[in-house]
């Protein structure tokens, strides 16, 4: 399991994120997890990437 350690976090940001989490139920690491999971295993409509660098 891989370690990330975010610097220089804007103290707004944190508390939304602290929000966040509360109204979710989970800690804000796992909020954090969640909100990565969703944002990257999105996929994106239309052409399929050979069409793109094509």
């Given at each position: 399991?891989?370690?990330?350690?975010?610097?220089?976090?804007?103290?707004?940001?944190?508390?939304?994120?602290?929000?966040?989490?509360?109204?979710?139920?989970?800690?804000?690491?796992?909020?954090?997890?969640?909100?990565?999971?969703?944002?990257?295993?999105?996929r994106?409509p239309?052409?399929?990437?050979g069409?793109?660098?094509?």
């Open positions: 399991m891989a370690v990330l350690t975010i610097r220089d976090l804007d103290e707004g940001l944190k508390a939304q994120l602290r929000i966040r989490a509360a109204e979710n139920g989970r800690s804000m690491e796992a909020e954090v997890r969640a909100i990565l999971a969703s944002v990257l295993t999105k994106v239309g052409p399929g990437m069409s793109r660098i094509r």
